[in-house]
Every structure is written in structure tokens, then in C-alpha cells.
């Protein structure tokens, strides 16, 4: 309930945003080589069956508004939490590294696979998501970490203590040209089902803000 809520207010939001043409643009993705931001993540990708059941409806939303940004089929991933926020001054020895991959891989592996139900398509103000629902692993690991990481001495810098289990798909550039043609066709896609999936393994990246660039550090085998 918590989750179907937190949803369906951001959706809200952004519908709000669009239909007043108040989007909140981001300037970042028009320069991209200047974007110096990175950080460290814990990420879940996604099977093939769902990333193309998501790059369906997004070729839709994308013949409508083509200069907005389309996050490639490579891209889509599952934030599980952001240990380091992406930041121009991200700094990282190889040292930190490992230890951030021991203990991280440590507490995972005590943590169960998560199943997950990607179903709907929202807006936010800034981008379109798509709505992740989990097992109570999720939770269990998300909050371990904020508890274990500070008594390794390894910095953990959220963007904020997310409970989200979102996908970001896209983002908008430009401001959007046909905001009733773009709204009617993704409300067609909020109860859509984009597919159910068991995750077992997380991956720990350094990587920019939309996951483009990204350099694996390691990948982390949740426990059984």
C-alpha cells in the first residue's frame, strides 16, 4: 500500500507538471560529455522479456516526443541503493573499492533472492517510470546496509532513503510539444504488465547518473 501510494502521488505530480508545462528539464543530458558525475550503486538489471515489453511502449511515447531522452535497453536498471550519490567530485582508491565489495558482498549474501512485479507506467515531474513492486528482501537488505556499512567505517551517501523500487526509462530535455497526445498514451500504459522476475544476483557499479557509463566493480550473489 505504501508503495501503490508513493506512486500514484508522483504520478500526480508530474501530470500536474506537464499539463502546466512546468517539467523539470534536465540540461545535464543535452552536454553529456561535461557530465562528470559519478557515484557508487547497487543495481538489479533486468531480464530481456521485460526490457522489451518496456522498450514497446517507450517506442510509442518516443513517436510523439522524439527530443526527449530514451534511456537504451542497456541502460534500464533497478537502483537498490545509492552508497555513494553520484556527485562531479566522486573520488574512490582501489582499496575503498574491495573493502565496499567485501562487505557488501558479505551482507547480500545473507539476504534472499527478490522477486519482483514491474506493472505501470508513470510520470514523474522530471521523467517517466516505471513502477517496480518487491519482496520483503528488498527492504531487508536496503535497511541492513544503512545499519552495517557505518560500523565497517565505509561511507553510505544517499540521495535520499529510497523505498522505491522503480525503473527510470526516460527523462525530459525539451519541453514537451503534445502534453494531451503524450499523457492520453501513457495513461493507456499505467496498469500495463511489464513482467515478473527473481533476482539473484546485485551488481555493485560505479556509474554516471543514467547508468550509461558504468564500470562493473563486481557482481554480488544474493544468498539462497
Known amino acids: 500500500?505504501?508503495?501503490?501510494?508513493?506512486?500514484?502521488?508522483?504520478?500526480?505530480?508530474?501530470?500536474?507538471?506537464?499539463?502546466?508545462?512546468?517539467?523539470q528539464l534536465d540540461r545535464n543530458l543535452l552536454n553529456p560529455?561535461?557530465?562528470?558525475?559519478?557515484?557508487?550503486?547497487?543495481?538489479?538489471?533486468?531480464?530481456?522479456?521485460?526490457?522489451?515489453?518496456?522498450m514497446f511502449c517507450l517506442q510509442k511515447l518516443a513517436a510523439i516526443e522524439p527530443n526527449q531522452y530514451f534511456y537504451p535497453p542497456a541502460d534500464l536498471h533497478i537502483t537498490?541503493?545509492?552508497?555513494?550519490?553520484?556527485?562531479?567530485?566522486?573520488?574512490?582508491?582501489?582499496?575503498e573499492e574491495e573493502k565496499y565489495k567485501n562487505v557488501v558482498g558479505q551482507i547480500i549474501s545473507q539476504i534472499g533472492p527478490i522477486h519482483w512485479r514491474l506493472a505501470?507506467?508513470?510520470?514523474?515531474?522530471?521523467?517517466?517510470?516505471?513502477k517496480g513492486y518487491y519482496s520483503a528482501e528488498l527492504s531487508t537488505l536496503r535497511n541492513t546496509l544503512r545499519k552495517e556499512l557505518p560500523l565497517h567505517d565505509l561511507l553510505l551517501k544517499e540521495r535520499y532513503p529510497t523505498i522505491s523500487g522503480h525503473v527510470t526509462v526516460a527523462r525530459y530535455t525539451s519541453p514537451i510539444q503534445q502534453a494531451d497526445?503524450?499523457?492520453?498514451?501513457?495513461?493507456?500504459?499505467?496498469?500495463?504488465?511489464?513482467?515478473?522476475?527473481?533476482?539473484?544476483?546485485?551488481?555493485?557499479?560505479?556509474?554516471?547518473?543514467?547508468?550509461?557509463?558504468?564500470?562493473?566493480?563486481?557482481?554480488?550473489?544474493?544468498?539462497?
Open 33 to 54: 560529455d561535461k557530465d562528470m558525475r559519478r557515484g557508487l550503486t547497487l543495481t538489479a538489471s533486468l531480464p530481456a522479456h521485460v526490457s522489451r515489453n518496456i
Open 80 to 95: 537498490i541503493i545509492d552508497l555513494i550519490a553520484a556527485s562531479s567530485d566522486f573520488l574512490l582508491s582501489t582499496f
Open 120 to 130: 505501470g507506467m508513470i510520470t514523474s515531474s522530471g521523467a517517466l517510470l516505471v
Open 181 to 224: 497526445r503524450f499523457l492520453k498514451t501513457l495513461e493507456g500504459f499505467k496498469s500495463i504488465n511489464f513482467g515478473q522476475f527473481t533476482t539473484s544476483s546485485l551488481d555493485l557499479v560505479v556509474h554516471d547518473w543514467y547508468n550509461h557509463k558504468s564500470r562493473l566493480i563486481s557482481i554480488l550473489s544474493l544468498g539462497s
Open 1 to 23: 500500500m505504501q508503495l501503490t501510494s508513493l506512486y500514484n502521488n508522483i504520478n500526480q505530480q508530474g501530470m500536474t507538471a506537464i499539463r502546466n508545462h512546468q517539467e
